[in-house]
């Protein structure tokens, strides 16, 4: 199995968020979460990632053969895993190529791979920023700094694009995007998409899966999955809203 | 007892100790521990300085005598005993260097190979004897002999002293008056070596001046004096210590170094400043007290200070401008860097004099682990400095929570026309900023390194290119072991 949570309870000061949360997922798959507020999608994506907030109380997380729970962040990432981030986190003073630099050595580093050539990088960095429709006056900012929301949402997929995770998290990418980016955005993942890769997209509404089908759609309710099924579930979302689920 | 029978007691005893010493003091190249008036004519003749250099040193040593350490910065440390030190040690004896690198403390190497400095000059840096085919050593003719061209003098301050006197006579202790505070007076006593510039009239001198383009200074001692000198309409950039840390087991150090702006002339001075800050435990490391003051003495001139602190275990240091030629510009850009033990109080001092005359000051102090970093400024702008500005900013950021920031701004116009802008910010490192950082991949200790350099990165950038990414890693080395 690519990925399996098995009977994931977490807490966060006390409080719990996941109950007793379980989900498979198999190599180039794409499953989707839907469920309202406060229902605990958040809360997955960054257990996942390793968050250090939150507290484990059962349960547990395989990826790719490893007890991902016993691993910290950046040894996940390197793993392969990648959260787009609902609010990007700005860091003034540091530019995005030798962020984004380190962060693909240290992956190619554990793959005993050598470092990635200087040069090469910035072109393909410059390629896949225009593919994305992001301004090359953007890769001389620092990371986050000054961006509007979208513009932070594109950057996330840029990101993504260089270090060719083999799991997205996609944590509400919709969220404060018009149509007219969030159509960008996801002809970026739909171009990242082939049978290594896999996704877990959270996301409040269907409108997102406009752009991208998923195999499986989970319906997530008080921190755990109460309905799985096909596209079509988004669409009863959409016009029932979550009560009757 | 009274202060003058301690006094003399101490006198005594130096004296009884001089005498006794005498004899094995040619042969080590030191002078005997202790000051007194003999320790700073062993100086002067070991120089073989003229009587009015003599005449200058005692009259500051007079001076300093009757002076108190000064007590205002937020620092601790035990009261120094000046007569249990060694005001003069000629360049390491040859019989402690050592001979090889496998004789160098492998830490020291360890430090040296992180900073990717070259293999020869690791050598100079560990004090190994190196042959006389060193590439720096042809460098420093090739530019010594363009620089004379041009009619740049760059010496020792030892040989400005022999071969240049009318200068030194009117420029030393112009700034830094030796009777300015106890450090200065001990300086202007006791000064061993140092760096000498002088740049003729509308010269703009075409390289970084550096001390490592003058090997023989490297050894330069604990009681460094440095004057520069910039004739109307000349320019020039210097850059001060070396990133690597010395060696040197010597617990104060007190330096003075006076810049000299004629009209139109520019100083750019740049520091990055690593000396042995001391174990984790807080036990050993330099103490840092350094005199650094600038004068825009013509119309339009301006000075620059850039200094980088990562090192000592106590750093006291305020570079300063008086902007006393009208339209004079003045800047101080800082990072201090203090770990462990460490503290720092560390600043700067506007004086604006002239009509129109502009300070900026930007500065960032990060403190990790139990270390306590103080910012103290002062802007001071006098009756006559009409329509004069300063802007200020300060940034301090907290690496855990055992650490201190201060930030201690003095502001005092007399002058209405004055206008002055103040932002201060104190942070802690931010945890999302983290959080995003090792999502991508980068480690916990790099992450953090790469938010500090970014914080930082609005001082990095006014160094000169090549020290900017020494400085850095500097940055970055001086943060490790941070991240439990």
């Keep these: 199995m690519f990925l399996s949570i098995k009977n994931l309870t977490v807490s966060i000061e006390n409080k719990r968020i996941l109950n007793n949360f379980s989900l498979n997922m198999n190599e180039g798959e794409i499953h989707s979460i839907m469920g309202p507020n406060g229902s605990g999608k958040s809360t997955l994506a960054h257990v996942l990632a390793g968050k250090e907030d939150y507290e484990i109380l059962e349960g547990e997380i395989i990826f790719k053969d490893k007890n991902l729970l016993d691993l910290n962040i950046e040894e996940r990432s390197q793993l392969g895993l990648f959260l787009a981030f609902q609010y990007p986190v700005e860091i003034p003073g540091v530019n995005i190529t030798p962020f984004l630099k380190s962060s693909l050595n240290a992956k190619l580093k554990l793959e005993g791979k050598p470092e990635i050539d200087a040069l090469k990088f910035a072109k393909e960095l410059k390629t896949l920023a225009s593919e994305l429709g992001i301004p090359l006056e953007m890769l001389s900012r620092s990371v986050n700094e000054g961006f509007s929301g979208g513009e932070k949402k594109r950057y996330e997929i840029l990101q993504m694009s260089i270090l060719k995770p083999s799991l997205s998290i996609l944590d509400e990418t919709d969220s404060g995007l018009d149509v007219d980016a969030l159509k960008t955005v996801m002809e970026g993942v739909n171009k990242i998409k082939n049978d290594n890769s896999s996704f877990l997209i959270i996301t409040h509404y269907k409108k997102l899966l406009d752009y991208i089908t998923p195999d499986f759609v989970h319906v997530i309710k008080d921190g755990t999955i109460v309905k799985t099924g096909d596209k079509s579930i988004a669409q009863q979302i959409e016009t029932e809203g979550y009560k009757n689920l | 007892m009274n202060l003058q029978q ?44 003229p009587q009015w250099m003599l005449d200058w040193r005692l009259k500051s040593f007079a001076k300093w005598k009757t002076m108190q350490d000064p007590t205002w910065a ?25 001979k090889s690198l496998d004789e160098v403390d492998p830490k020291l190497l360890e430090t040296y190979k992180k900073l990717g400095i070259p293999l020869q000059e690791q050598k100079v840096l560990a004090g190994v004897a190196v042959d006389a085919v060193f590439d720096s050593v042809s460098v420093a003719t090739t530019y010594k002999g363009e620089l004379e061209k041009l009619g740049i003098i760059f010496c020792s301050i030892s040989e400005a002293i022999q071969d240049h006197p009318e200068l030194i006579k009117k420029y030393l202790g112009s700034v ?15 000064f061993t070596d140092g760096s000498f510039v002088y740049v003729p009239e509308n010269v703009h001198c075409p390289i970084e001046l550096s001390t490592y383009f003058r090997i023989n200074a490297e050894e ?48 750019k001075y740049s520091t990055v400043q690593n000396w042995y800050p001391g174990d984790e435990d807080g036990k050993g490391g330099i103490y840092n007290f350094v005199t650094k003051r600038g004068i825009c003495k013509g119309v339009n001139s301006k000075i620059s200070w850039t200094q980088v602190e990562t090192g000592s275990a106590i750093t006291w240091k305020y570079p300063s401008c008086i902007l006393k030629g009208d339209n004079s510009i003045g800047e101080f850009y800082s990072v201090a860097v203090t770990n462990n033990f460490q503290q720092a109080d560390t600043g700067t001092k506007m004086t604006h004099i002239g009509k129109n005359t502009k300070s900026k000051i930007i500065s960032k102090g990060i403190s990790l682990g139990k270390s306590q970093n103080t910012y103290r400024g002062m802007v001071k702008f006098l009756k006559n400095s009409d329509k004069s500005r300063n802007y200020t900013q300060c940034d301090s950021l907290l690496v855990g929570n055992e650490c201190g920031a201060h930030t201690i701004p003095y502001i005092d116009s007399k002058n209405n026309s004055a206008v002055v802008e103040h932002e201060a910010s104190t942070s802690k490192i931010n945890e999302d900023q983290l959080y995003y950082c090792r999502q991508r991949g980068i480690s916990h200790e790099d992450a953090v390194s790469l938010i500090v350099n ?12 090549e020290f900017a990414v020494e400085a850095q890693k500097l940055v970055s080395i001086s943060l490790e072991g941070s991240v439990g």
Excluded: W
């Design chain 2, 454 to 465: 970014g914080f930082c990165k609005q001082v990095l950038q006014e160094l000169p290119m």
């Design chain 2, 6 to 49: 301690t006094q003399k007691q101490i006198d005594d005893y130096a004296d009884q100790n001089y005498k006794y010493g005498f004899e094995t003091l040619i042969e080590s190249e030191r002078s005997e521990k202790g000051l007194n008036e003999d320790t700073i004519k062993f100086i002067s003749a070991k120089k073989k300085e």
């Design chain 2, 74 to 98: 937020n620092i601790n440390f035990p009261k120094i005993d000046y007569q249990n030190i060694y005001y003069f040690s000629a360049p390491k004896g040859f019989e402690n260097k050592p």
């Design chain 2, 220 to 267: 330069t001692g604990q009681f460094e004096r440095t004057l520069i000198i910039a004739e109307k309409g000349s320019y020039v950039s210097y850059l001060e210590g070396c990133t690597a840390p010395k060696r040197d087991t010597n617990q104060l150090h007190a330096a003075n170094v006076e810049l000299i702006a004629l009209d139109n002339a520019e100083i």
């Design chain 2, 176 to 190: 830094i008056p030796p009777g300015d505070h106890k450090f200065s007076a001990l300086n202007s006593a006791v």
